[in-house]
Protein backbone atom coordinates (compact mmCIF):
# COMPACT_ATOMS: atom_id res chain seq x y z
CA UNK A 1 0.00 0.00 0.00
CA UNK A 2 1.78 3.12 -0.62
CA UNK A 3 -1.53 5.99 -1.06
CA UNK A 4 0.69 7.94 1.79
CA UNK A 5 -0.71 10.80 3.00
CA UNK A 6 1.32 13.61 4.55
CA UNK A 7 2.30 14.84 8.42
CA UNK A 8 -1.32 17.03 8.13
CA UNK A 9 -2.51 14.92 8.97
CA UNK A 10 -0.68 13.85 12.14
CA UNK A 11 -1.68 16.83 13.88
CA UNK A 12 -4.49 16.32 15.23
CA UNK A 13 -3.72 12.95 16.95
CA UNK A 14 -0.09 14.70 18.63
CA UNK A 15 -2.06 18.10 19.57
CA UNK A 16 -4.11 15.22 21.77
CA UNK A 17 -0.80 14.23 23.51
CA UNK A 18 1.26 17.59 23.24
CA UNK A 19 0.76 21.56 23.41
CA UNK A 20 2.51 22.20 20.22
CA UNK A 21 1.71 22.12 16.27
CA UNK A 22 4.07 19.16 14.96
CA UNK A 23 3.12 19.92 11.07
CA UNK A 24 5.60 22.83 11.97
CA UNK A 25 8.16 21.74 13.72
CA UNK A 26 11.21 20.41 11.56
CA UNK A 27 12.24 17.30 12.22
CA UNK A 28 15.60 15.17 11.35
CA UNK A 29 15.89 12.22 10.18
CA UNK A 30 18.19 9.27 12.05
CA UNK A 31 19.04 7.73 9.06
CA UNK A 32 19.77 9.98 6.12
CA UNK A 33 20.39 13.14 7.91
CA UNK A 34 17.79 15.15 5.73
CA UNK A 35 15.73 17.69 8.35
CA UNK A 36 12.12 18.72 7.08
CA UNK A 37 9.12 20.34 8.06
CA UNK A 38 6.70 17.60 9.84
CA UNK A 39 3.95 18.48 7.61
CA UNK A 40 5.73 17.54 4.67
CA UNK A 41 6.77 13.76 5.86
CA UNK A 42 5.09 11.00 4.57
CA UNK A 43 2.55 9.13 6.44
CA UNK A 44 0.54 5.90 6.25
CA UNK A 45 -2.80 5.71 8.27
CA UNK A 46 -4.22 2.85 7.46
CA UNK A 47 -2.12 0.89 9.10
CA UNK A 48 -2.75 0.30 12.97
CA UNK A 49 -1.16 3.09 14.15
CA UNK A 50 0.26 6.21 12.18
CA UNK A 51 4.15 5.24 10.61
CA UNK A 52 5.86 8.14 9.52
CA UNK A 53 8.23 7.96 6.70
CA UNK A 54 11.31 10.09 5.44
CA UNK A 55 10.45 11.60 2.52
CA UNK A 56 14.05 10.92 0.73
CA UNK A 57 14.95 7.33 2.12
CA UNK A 58 11.63 5.89 2.88
CA UNK A 59 12.95 4.98 6.64
CA UNK A 60 10.28 5.35 9.71
CA UNK A 61 10.96 8.69 11.94
CA UNK A 62 7.65 8.23 13.89
CA UNK A 63 4.58 5.56 15.14
CA UNK A 64 1.93 6.56 16.86
CA UNK A 65 -0.52 3.87 18.00
CA UNK A 66 -3.59 4.96 20.13
CA UNK A 67 -6.00 2.76 22.43
CA UNK A 68 -8.91 3.74 24.98
CA UNK A 69 -6.74 5.18 27.71
CA UNK A 70 -3.25 4.70 26.40
CA UNK A 71 -0.71 5.99 23.35
CA UNK A 72 2.45 4.28 22.34
CA UNK A 73 4.78 6.88 20.92
CA UNK A 74 7.83 5.47 18.99
CA UNK A 75 9.94 8.90 17.43
CA UNK A 76 13.58 6.76 17.48
CA UNK A 77 13.90 7.34 13.66
CA UNK A 78 13.74 11.46 15.01
CA UNK A 79 17.61 12.66 16.14
CA UNK A 80 15.43 16.20 16.66
CA UNK A 81 12.88 18.41 16.88
CA UNK A 82 12.94 22.10 16.16
CA UNK A 83 9.26 23.08 17.37
CA UNK A 84 7.74 26.70 17.01
CA UNK A 85 7.01 28.71 19.43
CA UNK A 86 4.77 31.53 20.69
CA UNK A 87 7.65 34.35 21.70
CA UNK B 1 -5.26 35.70 14.00
CA UNK B 2 -2.14 35.43 16.43
CA UNK B 3 0.20 32.94 14.16
CA UNK B 4 1.92 31.66 17.34
CA UNK B 5 -0.92 31.74 19.96
CA UNK B 6 -0.22 29.41 22.80
CA UNK B 7 -2.36 25.99 22.35
CA UNK B 8 -3.55 23.84 24.54
CA UNK B 9 -3.78 19.86 24.74
CA UNK B 10 -6.60 19.32 22.12
CA UNK B 11 -9.99 17.68 23.47
CA UNK B 12 -13.04 16.35 21.72
CA UNK B 13 -15.99 18.91 21.84
CA UNK B 14 -19.25 18.82 20.58
CA UNK B 15 -21.06 21.09 17.94
CA UNK B 16 -24.54 21.63 17.20
CA UNK B 17 -25.44 21.58 13.00
CA UNK B 18 -27.41 25.09 12.00
CA UNK B 19 -28.08 24.12 8.84
CA UNK B 20 -26.56 21.85 5.41
CA UNK B 21 -26.33 22.76 2.18
CA UNK B 22 -25.94 21.18 -0.68
CA UNK B 23 -22.98 22.06 -3.16
CA UNK B 24 -23.34 19.14 -5.95
CA UNK B 25 -25.32 15.76 -6.17
CA UNK B 26 -22.48 13.74 -3.66
CA UNK B 27 -21.35 16.51 -1.33
CA UNK B 28 -22.68 19.19 1.06
CA UNK B 29 -21.58 21.74 3.48
CA UNK B 30 -22.38 21.69 7.24
CA UNK B 31 -22.56 24.82 8.71
CA UNK B 32 -21.77 23.91 12.71
CA UNK B 33 -22.27 26.19 15.45
CA UNK B 34 -19.06 26.68 17.78
CA UNK B 35 -20.06 28.83 20.97
CA UNK B 36 -16.01 30.20 22.09
CA UNK B 37 -14.69 28.74 18.52
CA UNK B 38 -11.38 30.39 18.79
CA UNK B 39 -11.07 31.35 15.11
CA UNK B 40 -8.73 29.21 12.61
CA UNK B 41 -6.39 29.93 10.05
CA UNK B 42 -7.19 29.54 6.20
CA UNK B 43 -5.58 25.96 5.50
CA UNK B 44 -6.93 24.51 8.64
CA UNK B 45 -8.68 21.25 9.31
CA UNK B 46 -10.93 19.88 11.96
CA UNK B 47 -11.28 15.83 13.28
CA UNK B 48 -14.84 14.40 13.32
CA UNK B 49 -15.36 11.54 15.41
CA UNK B 50 -18.62 9.34 15.46
CA UNK B 51 -19.44 7.17 17.78
CA UNK B 52 -21.71 4.06 17.47
CA UNK B 53 -24.10 2.80 19.90
CA UNK B 54 -21.68 -0.20 20.71
CA UNK B 55 -19.10 2.10 21.16
CA UNK B 56 -17.25 1.65 18.11
CA UNK B 57 -15.86 4.62 16.69
CA UNK B 58 -14.57 6.58 13.34
CA UNK B 59 -12.72 9.81 13.17
CA UNK B 60 -11.53 11.50 9.88
CA UNK B 61 -10.31 14.86 8.99
CA UNK B 62 -12.45 17.27 7.02
CA UNK B 63 -10.83 20.59 6.23
CA UNK B 64 -12.47 23.98 7.14
CA UNK B 65 -14.66 25.65 4.12
CA UNK B 66 -15.31 29.09 5.97
CA UNK B 67 -13.35 32.12 6.29
CA UNK B 68 -12.38 32.70 10.72
CA UNK B 69 -14.05 35.56 12.10
CA UNK B 70 -17.64 33.60 12.94
CA UNK B 71 -19.01 31.34 15.30
CA UNK B 72 -20.58 29.03 12.90
CA UNK B 73 -18.03 26.85 11.17
CA UNK B 74 -18.51 25.43 7.47
CA UNK B 75 -17.00 21.58 6.82
CA UNK B 76 -17.56 20.39 3.22
CA UNK B 77 -17.99 17.05 3.15
CA UNK B 78 -17.50 14.64 -0.56
CA UNK B 79 -19.51 11.48 0.01
CA UNK B 80 -16.91 8.78 -0.67
CA UNK B 81 -19.54 5.60 -2.42
CA UNK B 82 -17.57 3.23 0.60
CA UNK B 83 -16.78 5.69 3.43
CA UNK B 84 -17.55 4.99 6.75
CA UNK B 85 -18.28 8.59 7.76
CA UNK B 86 -18.77 10.74 4.83
CA UNK B 87 -22.06 9.18 4.07
CA UNK B 88 -22.98 9.94 7.52
CA UNK B 89 -22.31 13.96 7.25
CA UNK B 90 -23.24 14.26 3.51
CA UNK B 91 -26.71 12.15 4.06
CA UNK B 92 -28.20 11.87 7.46
CA UNK B 93 -26.72 14.67 9.26
CA UNK B 94 -29.93 17.35 10.14
CA UNK B 95 -29.96 20.31 11.46
CA UNK B 96 -29.96 19.91 15.30
CA UNK B 97 -28.15 17.03 15.45
CA UNK B 98 -24.75 17.40 17.93
CA UNK B 99 -21.19 16.46 16.09
CA UNK B 100 -18.24 15.58 17.73
CA UNK B 101 -14.99 16.92 16.06
CA UNK B 102 -11.96 18.75 17.45
CA UNK B 103 -9.66 21.23 16.17
CA UNK B 104 -8.80 23.95 14.31
CA UNK B 105 -5.95 22.09 13.17
CA UNK B 106 -2.49 22.19 11.59
CA UNK B 107 -0.62 24.82 10.89
CA UNK B 108 2.00 24.31 8.54
CA UNK B 109 -0.97 24.16 5.16
CA UNK B 110 -2.37 27.56 5.75
CA UNK B 111 -2.20 30.82 4.18
CA UNK B 112 -1.20 33.93 6.05
CA UNK B 113 -3.85 36.86 5.54
CA UNK B 114 -0.81 39.76 6.15
CA UNK B 115 1.39 37.91 3.21
CA UNK B 116 1.02 39.93 0.54
CA UNK B 117 3.03 37.35 -1.93
CA UNK B 118 1.66 35.84 -5.51
CA UNK B 119 -0.07 32.42 -4.48
CA UNK B 120 -0.93 29.36 -6.72
CA UNK B 121 -3.93 27.37 -5.32
CA UNK B 122 -4.13 24.03 -7.38
CA UNK B 123 -6.97 21.82 -6.56
CA UNK B 124 -7.92 17.98 -7.29
CA UNK B 125 -11.50 17.39 -6.71
CA UNK B 126 -12.50 18.24 -2.91
CA UNK B 127 -9.37 19.24 -2.19
CA UNK B 128 -10.75 22.82 -3.34
CA UNK B 129 -12.04 22.64 0.23
CA UNK B 130 -9.20 24.33 1.99
CA UNK B 131 -8.12 26.51 -0.89
CA UNK B 132 -11.74 27.87 -0.49
CA UNK B 133 -10.79 28.79 2.84
CA UNK B 134 -7.88 30.71 1.56
CA UNK B 135 -9.81 32.77 -0.99
CA UNK B 136 -12.39 33.48 1.20
CA UNK B 137 -10.25 34.62 3.52
CA UNK B 138 -8.24 37.02 1.36
CA UNK B 139 -11.65 38.42 0.35
CA UNK B 140 -12.82 39.16 4.13
CA UNK B 141 -9.42 40.68 4.79
CA UNK B 142 -8.87 43.49 1.83
CA UNK B 143 -5.97 41.08 1.03
CA UNK B 144 -5.06 41.92 -2.57
CA UNK B 145 -2.56 39.09 -3.10
CA UNK B 146 -2.50 38.05 -6.99
CA UNK B 147 -4.34 34.46 -6.28
CA UNK B 148 -4.47 32.16 -8.93
CA UNK B 149 -6.76 28.72 -8.62
CA UNK B 150 -6.18 25.47 -11.06
CA UNK B 151 -9.00 23.24 -10.02
CA UNK B 152 -9.04 19.81 -11.65
CA UNK B 153 -12.67 18.10 -11.46
CA UNK B 154 -13.74 15.12 -13.39
CA UNK B 155 -17.00 16.83 -15.05
CA UNK B 156 -18.47 20.28 -14.26
CA UNK B 157 -21.45 18.82 -12.36
CA UNK B 158 -18.58 17.72 -9.77
CA UNK B 159 -16.78 21.10 -9.08
CA UNK B 160 -17.89 22.06 -5.72
CA UNK B 161 -18.74 26.65 -4.76
CA UNK B 162 -18.95 26.86 -8.74
CA UNK B 163 -21.30 29.53 -8.58
CA UNK B 164 -19.18 31.48 -6.17
CA UNK B 165 -16.16 30.99 -7.77
CA UNK B 166 -17.31 32.67 -10.80
CA UNK B 167 -19.17 35.36 -8.79
CA UNK B 168 -15.40 35.96 -7.20
CA UNK B 169 -13.51 35.54 -10.29
CA UNK B 170 -15.39 38.48 -11.39
CA UNK B 171 -15.54 40.62 -8.33
CA UNK B 172 -12.39 39.52 -6.23
CA UNK B 173 -9.69 41.71 -7.99
CA UNK B 174 -6.45 39.70 -9.01
CA UNK B 175 -8.38 36.45 -8.37
CA UNK B 176 -8.26 33.92 -11.48
CA UNK B 177 -9.77 30.86 -11.66
CA UNK B 178 -9.22 28.44 -14.38
CA UNK B 179 -10.85 24.99 -14.76
CA UNK B 180 -9.51 21.86 -16.02
CA UNK B 181 -11.76 19.04 -16.78
CA UNK B 182 -10.30 15.55 -16.83
CA UNK B 183 -13.38 13.23 -17.77
CA UNK B 184 -15.99 15.77 -19.73
CA UNK B 185 -15.99 19.07 -20.10
CA UNK B 186 -19.18 22.03 -20.56
CA UNK B 187 -20.27 21.92 -23.88
CA UNK B 188 -18.36 24.84 -26.74
CA UNK B 189 -14.95 24.25 -24.19
CA UNK B 190 -11.86 24.95 -26.11
CA UNK B 191 -9.95 22.22 -24.76
CA UNK B 192 -10.63 18.26 -24.12
CA UNK B 193 -10.80 16.79 -21.51
CA UNK B 194 -7.24 15.62 -20.00
CA UNK B 195 -5.32 16.28 -17.21
CA UNK B 196 -3.41 18.97 -15.88
CA UNK B 197 -0.09 19.80 -17.04
CA UNK B 198 2.41 22.37 -16.27
CA UNK B 199 0.66 24.85 -19.20
CA UNK B 200 -2.00 25.18 -17.16
CA UNK B 201 -0.20 25.16 -14.09
CA UNK B 202 2.45 28.29 -14.79
CA UNK B 203 0.01 29.85 -17.64
CA UNK B 204 2.74 29.70 -19.85
CA UNK B 205 5.25 31.73 -17.57
CA UNK B 206 8.38 31.16 -16.43
CA UNK B 207 8.78 30.64 -13.05
CA UNK B 208 7.47 33.57 -10.97
CA UNK B 209 9.69 34.78 -8.33
CA UNK B 210 8.20 34.85 -4.53
CA UNK B 211 5.10 33.10 -5.55
CA UNK B 212 3.53 30.48 -2.65
CA UNK B 213 2.12 27.75 -3.78
CA UNK B 214 -0.29 25.44 -2.45
CA UNK B 215 -1.19 21.76 -3.52
CA UNK B 216 -4.51 19.53 -2.15
CA UNK B 217 -5.94 16.88 -3.96
CA UNK B 218 -5.53 12.71 -3.87
CA UNK B 219 -2.17 11.88 -3.17
CA UNK B 220 -1.83 11.07 -6.97
CA UNK B 221 -3.06 13.92 -8.06
CA UNK B 222 -0.14 15.89 -5.34
CA UNK B 223 2.58 14.36 -6.54
CA UNK B 224 2.10 14.76 -10.28
CA UNK B 225 1.10 18.57 -9.63
CA UNK B 226 4.34 19.30 -7.50
CA UNK B 227 6.65 17.26 -9.98
CA UNK B 228 5.33 19.08 -12.45
CA UNK B 229 5.78 22.19 -10.53
CA UNK B 230 9.28 21.27 -9.93
CA UNK B 231 10.13 20.86 -13.35
CA UNK B 232 9.14 24.16 -14.45
CA UNK B 233 11.62 25.60 -12.01
CA UNK B 234 9.34 26.06 -8.52
CA UNK B 235 11.32 25.82 -5.67
CA UNK B 236 10.51 22.69 -4.00
CA UNK B 237 10.52 24.37 -0.31
CA UNK B 238 7.71 26.49 -2.06
CA UNK B 239 5.34 24.30 -2.72
CA UNK B 240 3.09 23.12 0.30
CA UNK B 241 1.16 20.29 -0.24
CA UNK B 242 -1.79 18.27 1.44
CA UNK B 243 -2.91 14.75 0.52
CA UNK B 244 -6.16 12.85 1.31
CA UNK B 245 -7.28 9.62 1.04
CA UNK B 246 -9.59 6.93 1.87
CA UNK B 247 -8.52 6.68 5.62
CA UNK B 248 -7.05 9.38 7.69
CA UNK B 249 -6.81 11.83 5.56
CA UNK B 250 -8.54 15.30 5.02
CA UNK B 251 -11.37 14.55 2.92
Known amino acids: ?87 | MARAAVLGRLTWQVGTVAGVRDETPTARTIMLDVPDWPGHQAGQHVDVRLTAEDGYSAQRSYSIASAPGSSVLELTVQRLPDGEVSPYLAEVLAPGDPLEFRGPIGGWFVWNPESTGPVLLVAGGSGVVPLMAMIRTRAMSGNRAPFRLVYSVRAPDTALFAGELANRARADAGLDVTYVYTRSTPPGWPEPAGRINADILTAGQRAQPGLSVFVCGPTGFVEATADLLVDAGQEPRTIKTERFGPTGGQQ
Open chain 1, 1 to 87: MNAHLDGNVLAGALRELFTVDITTATGQCVSCGTAGAMGEARVYADAPGMVVRCPPVTRVVLRLVRAPGRAWLDMSGLSYLELQLPT
